[in-house]
């Protein structure tokens, strides 16, 4: 962790001398800043307003208030409960998304999961081992993933590829699903076309 910790401030280096940076074991923000933040630590809270970009990467991380601009955040526990005016990307090992975002969210980690308060306004595409979306995302979804389970609301189409795909939400635009194994729940709701195969032959829709 600390490996790539070195190597993330590093390709951030130029945009550091003009921001403000932040590092230490523990580090909590907890009054408003007024630019760009950049920050470093086994574990951050950000516990006040960003009114611009925030940049961090952190054993442990637990975004309280809201980010005015982009969010681009790593770390082994990430938990963002403020909202984020514009778009995340997030690499961690296990995410959590319960605010809104108003952009894209776009995931490369072990587990993501977005509670039933959280709304996507943006596409979300993740990357993942597990993911649980139990929200709403306003754009389209494209998963890549070990394990899906959709239970909240796509508004628009969705592109699922997982070994285990549970959808108990709606779908609102067109769906493209391929998986080893697929379940549909008694609560799916499928609006437009769906195309999908399975190793299990046809699924009851």
């Known amino acids: 962790m600390k490996t790539f910790l ?7 280096f130029p945009l550091l001398a003009i921001s403000q940076f932040k590092t230490g ?6 009054t408003q800043q007024n630019d760009d933040v950049y920050v470093t630590g086994e574990s951050v809270k950000i516990n006040a307003l960003v009114d611009g970009d925030a940049v961090v ?4 991380i637990t975004v309280n208030d ?19 005016g514009d778009d995340v990307r997030a690499a961690g090992g296990k995410l959590t998304i319960d605010a809104e975002i108003g952009d894209d969210l776009i995931v490369f980690g072990g587990e993501l999961f977005i509670t039933k308060n959280a709304i996507i306004h943006g596409n979300l595409i993740t990357y993942s081992g597990k993911t649980k979306m139990n929200g709403k995302v306003k754009g389209m979804v494209k998963a890549y993933v070990g394990e899906l389970e959709i239970n909240g609301t796509i508004e628009s189409d969705a592109v699922l590829h997982g070994g285990e795909i549970k959808i108990d939400g709606k779908i609102n635009g067109t769906s493209k699903i391929v998986a080893d194994n697929m379940e ?6 499928f609006y437009k076309d769906v195309e999908y195969w399975t190793e299990d032959g046809e699924t009851d829709f």
């Open 6 to 12: 070195i190597r993330f401030i590093l390709l951030l």
């Open 184 to 189: 549909i729940g008694e609560m799916a709701k």
């Open 57 to 60: 990467a952190a054993g442990t």
């Open 25 to 30: 074991e523990e580090v909590s923000i907890s």
């Open 66 to 84: 809201s980010i005015r601009q982009d969010l681009i955040i790593a770390g082994g526990d990430i938990l963002i409960q403020g909202n984020v």
